[in-house]
Every structure is written in C-alpha cells, then in structure tokens.
C-alpha cells in the first residue's frame, strides 16, 4: 500500500499468498478426513475421484508458487499437508519422506532422479552439489513406481519434492526454492528452461549450443553417472563464463511501441480491481516477466518510489513505468490512460445518482452500501496496523495520537499530520525536505458546472482544485487516507456535501476499478458538475504526477535517505490512525439502526474470513440488502 517500505510491502505479498497456502491446506485435511475410515468416500469406489482432486489441488499450488516472489511461510505446511494427502493414497508399505525445508539447504542427502538423464536433470544435479548440497549423492531409479527410502529427496520426477512448477523447469524451482541469487544462474536457467520446455521464452545465444553438446554427452555415455561427470564440467565452464556477464543488462525483446504500452494500461485501469498491491502484482507480473518491456531494477525502483511518495501506489507506479518508457510525456498518456476508465465510471455513476438519487430505490440501495462500507474502512484499518505499525512503540503512539484527533475533533488537522511525520524523523536525524512544487490553475469552461445546486461559480470550481491538489499530498499508507481529510473539508468546512452524500462517494470508489482517491470525481461532480469532477481529479493527481516527473531523475539520492523513511512511517502511522478515527466519524452517521448494524457486522465477518470475496461484491449486496429492507 501507499507509503509502505520494501520489507513491509514484501509482507503484503506473503500475506496474501499466505491465505492461498491457508485454503489450499484446508482442502487437503477435508480430503484427508474424505480418506479417514468413518469417511463418507474411504471406500476404494471414491479414491479415484479424491485422486483427480489430489491432482487439481497440486496444480492450484503450483499456480500459487509461481507467483510467490517473496517466499511466503506457509507454502511449506501446503507442501507437507499434500505430501502427507498422497501418502495416505499410496499402499500401506510405501515410505514418504519429509519435504525438504525450501528455506534451509539439506546436507548429505540421497537425491533421486529418473534413469537417462537429460538436460534439465544434468543441470539440477549440477546444481545440488555446487550451491545446495556439496555432499550429495545421486540415485538413479525408473520413472514410476518407486518407493523412497528415509531422508531421500526426489527432483524432476513423479511426486517429487522438487520439479516442475508451473511453467517452471525443475532447476527453476530449485534456484527459487533455496533463494540462490547468483545472476549467473539466472542466465543458466533460462538456457535449461527453453531447452527442457522446447520454447524460445528467453531466446538466449548460448543456447543452440549447450543443447549440441548435452545431446553429444548422452549419445556418447550411457551411464548417467557418466552424463553428470561431464555435464558437471560443462556448467561449470559455462558459470565461469556468465559470471563475468551476468551483470550485463539482459536482453530484451525490442521496446513495445508507445501505442502498446498505454494500451495495456487503459486494459489495466479497465479491468484493476483487488486494489494497490494486486495492480502493482499484475504490473510486475505482466510487464517485467511475461513482456519483458521493463526491467526487473526499473520496477523495483518505481515500486520504491510510490512507496516513499504521497499519492495513491498503483497510479505514481505506472506513471513511473510511463516515464521509464518514454519520459514525460509517457508518465502523462500512462496516467491519463490508467485513471481515465474509472473516472468514466465514476461519472456515469455521478449523472445516475444526481438523476435518481431522491427515489426511494435509490436511498435504498445506499442506504445498505453505506454500511458495508463502514465495514470496509475497518477492515482496511487492521489492515493497515498489522503491516504498517508492527512492534513499534513510537508509531503505536502517533496512530493513538492521530486516531483521538480525528474522532474527537471529527476533521484530519494538517499540522498534527506533518507533526507525527516528523516526530520520528527527529528521532532517527531530521534532514530537511525539498519544497513542494506550486501548482497552477486552469481556466473555467462554461456551460460544464451544473451541480445538485444549480450552476457553480468560477471561484468554485478554483476552489476545488485547489483543495483537491492539497488532499492528494496526504496520501499515505492507503488511498483511504484521503476519506478524513476530505471529511473535514467537504462536509464540515465547505458543507459541499452532507454527511449521507459523503459516505455514498466513498461507497462508489469501492465498486470501480482503479484507486480509491478517485472518489474525488463523484465529490467534484456533485458539487459542480462535469467541470468539478474533471478539477477534482486533476487537482487530486496532479501532485502524483510532478512528484514522479520532477523526482524520477533524481530518485537514487532520495531513496536511500533514512530521515525520508522515517518521516513516511510516521506520517502512514499518522493516516492509519486517521482512518481509524474516521471509521468512528462516519459509524455514528451511517449504522443508525439495527439493520444497518447488522449489515456492517456481516461484511466484517465476510472480509476477514479466508474465503475471499471481492469488494464490488459486497458492497452490491449490502445495496440490495438495503433496497429490500426499505422497501
């Protein structure tokens, strides 16, 4: 989420997969206790169809563990529940051992692998003794039915504990599975990959001719002992060779055409749903390993600096990407590109709401909204905490500090906010910071800025952006950080809206895709039309957008400064507890009854169980709950 550190961005990606290790492990114990004697398939008539499930749930797994880039706990406990799953389908007689722990390298193992060798076996068992385990000992064994012994461990084989993942070949996994970094041995997997999988994924030169001289090792010698003695010779020239060029760039597939790039993005901005790290996901997953158009350092350091920058992650990210890809002018066609589709769905949603928004059906349907999204504010509050605050005594106090402030005096107070930031950063050694860039104003169109009101005034429609350009520098932790802030102004000081209208602009950011700040567009628009949404938006990511333009060039000196860091975690604890303050603010407004209440709690309790169900969806049922209720 916005303002969050690597390590704890990292941690949100475990969570995440955590909770898919989470129902995979179910699914394994209930078709565990499906197996137990008293079960209701135990009978040899329903062991066939526990076997195809066996199967779909391991590739469900195998799906999980390409998409782990950080090594999440749980996946060794799903390991173990399927290895302990197949056992129990195997005869009595057979021996399982234990999957070896992917995050401690085994020592004086008995690794087994099919007879006749090839290449992917060849660099694996390479592989094992030079990084993994300097004592192993290989074993050679038909491809099917046989039974391992205690402490053997089986690659590249029926029910190993290490092969394929995926689309991963077994060296692959190895070097995933054991965290080995040696950027040499990343060239080498991609060579063994595209000669194991018969691809061209990674079209490396030296591969023709490694695949020529590992065919000539087999056709020369039979024994596969034999095979791994002078395969073993082979990776150890080509290592030596790579080493020196590993740090090389790597090549790429030609750059995309700028029409490609921002095509993508308006598909991303479309079709985003699931929030800032699971946009951010599909970035790394799409552009950085599947098209190649950005490299692996490039996505790291926009990653770094949406973190560090005020504005909502997934949007300074792509902007960064644009800015990768062709300067200025692409950070601004990407940013158009990938807020564009919301905020038409924004509007479309605003027109409807100010056309119908006094019918009962239409009260209705917010009426049940508004609830759950209460329910979704304080979820994302713990959230928040658990990734955010961690042990630390001094952030606990700021998000303390922040969250009375807000409750109590029900507005976000600039000076608190930039105090908790730098509290901390005083703590830790204060460096003073650039000022922020000043922003300028457009022209008023006419005829663009009817309202619930009526026409607005030009010196409305500067109002508005002008606030909103501010509101978008409190961005911090998540795109929710902007709700009380915008309370305070919106509500309470310009009365533009009421408090019911409030929380109905927040529950529409909920149901479309792109980030949550765009809530700003259904304020802009209910306020003053077509005029104010489109200032509001542009005021709202007009700070993003110079950020990422004016501090792209310089990012690398700013990155590593700790007085920066430290004044971003204080500033996110400080948004956490305004959040939090805010979930008690609109509360007391929107759960005025027992229903209501009731649909609060039920969402809550939907949010937070493993079974995940996405937001739109919730929050569309709450709305029907709440027409039914009403009517």
Not at 155 to 164: G, I, K, L, R, V
Not at 211 to 233: N, P, Y
Request: with cysteine; net charge positive; glycine share 10%.
């Amino acid at each position: 989420m916005d303002g969050l550190t690597d390590t704890e961005i990292e941690a949100l990606f475990r969570t995440a997969r955590d909770a898919d290790y989470r129902e995979i492990v179910a699914d394994a114990q209930r078709l565990l206790k499906a197996l137990s004697p008293g079960g209701r398939r135990a009978r040899t008539d329903g062991r066939g169809q526990i076997k195809a499930d066996v199967g779909r749930l391991k590739r469900r797994l195998a799906d999980v563990v390409a998409i782990d880039f950080f090594g999440a706990p749980r996946r060794r406990p799903a390991h173990e529940e399927l290895a302990r799953l197949e056992a129990r389908l195997r005869p009595p007689d057979t021996v399982v051992p234990a999957p070896a722990d992917p995050a401690q390298a085994p020592r004086a193992a008995t690794w087994v692998t099919r007879q006749g060798v090839y290449i992917d076996r060849i660099a694996s068992a390479w592989l094992i003794r030079r990084f993994i385990d300097p004592a192993a000992r290989f074993k050679f064994v038909a491809p099917e039915g046989y039974r391992p012994r205690p402490h053997e461990l089986r690659f590249d084989m029926f029910e190993a504990e290490y092969t394929h993942e995926g689309k991963a070949c077994t060296f692959e996994t190895l070097v995933t599975r054991f965290s080995l970094g040696d950027p040499a041995l990343r060239l080498i997997a991609e060579i063994v990959h595209d000669i194991d999988c018969k691809e061209a994924k990674f079209g490396r030169p030296e591969t023709p001719g490694i695949e020529r001289l590992i065919a000539g090792i087999t056709k020369q010698h039979a024994q596969d002992s034999a095979r791994l003695e002078h395969g073993t010779a082979l990776f150890d020239a080509l290592h030596a060779a790579l080493t020196g060029t590993a740090a090389e760039p790597r090549r790429t597939p030609p750059a995309p055409s700028l029409r490609g790039f921002l095509l993508y993005f308006l598909r991303l901005g479309t079709l985003g749903f699931g929030g800032p790290i699971a946009l951010a996901g599909h970035m790394q997953q799409d552009l950085v390993e599947q098209r190649r158009w950005i490299s692996a350092q490039e996505y790291k350091e926009g990653l770094a600096l949406a973190q560090l920058a005020p504005g909502p992650l997934a949007a300074q990210l792509a902007m960064y990407l644009g800015w990768v890809r062709a300067g200025g002018l692409g950070a601004t066609l990407v940013g158009v590109a990938f807020v564009s589709p919301s905020f038409l769905m924004v509007l479309v949603l605003s027109h409807l709401y100010v056309r119908f928004g006094g019918l009962p059906w239409m009260q209705g349907l917010f009426y049940g909204i508004g609830a759950a999204v209460i329910a979704i504010i304080a979820r994302s509050v713990l959230k928040l905490v658990r990734m955010t605050l961690g042990r630390d005594r001094l952030l606990w106090a700021i998000f303390a500090a922040s969250a009375v402030v807000t409750a109590w005096t029900e507005s976000e107070i600039i000076w608190v906010f930039l105090l908790c930031g730098l509290i901390p950063a005083l703590t830790r050694g204060f460096q003073k910071a650039a000022a922020t860039p000043a922003l300028a104003l457009v022209p008023v169109i006419p005829g663009l800025a009817t309202s619930l009101a009526g026409p607005a005034l030009p010196g409305v429609l500067w109002k508005i952006l002008a606030y909103f350009a501010g509101a978008g520098l409190f961005v911090f932790g998540s795109g929710l950080a902007i709700v009380p802030f915008l309370y305070g102004g919106v509500v309470q000081q310009f009365h533009w809206l009421s408090e019911r209208q409030f929380i109905d602009a927040v529950a529409v950011s909920m149901i479309t895709p792109g980030p949550v700040v765009i809530t700003v567009a259904f304020i802009g628009y209910l306020v003053a039309g077509l005029a104010g949404a489109t200032l509001a938006a542009i005021g709202v990511f007009l700070p993003v957008y110079l950020v990422t333009v004016l501090l792209a060039p310089h990012f690398h000196r700013v990155a590593t400064n700790r007085q920066v860091k430290a004044f971003v975690d204080g500033v996110t604890a400080a948004a956490t507890g305004a959040i939090a303050g805010a979930a008690v603010i609109l509360g007391r407004r929107s759960l005025s009854d027992v229903p209501t209440a009731l649909i609060a709690l039920v969402t809550l309790a939907l949010l937070i169980t493993p079974k995940k169900i996405p937001e739109p969806v919730l929050i569309l049922a709450a709305g029907l709950a709440g027409l039914m209720l009403r009517s």
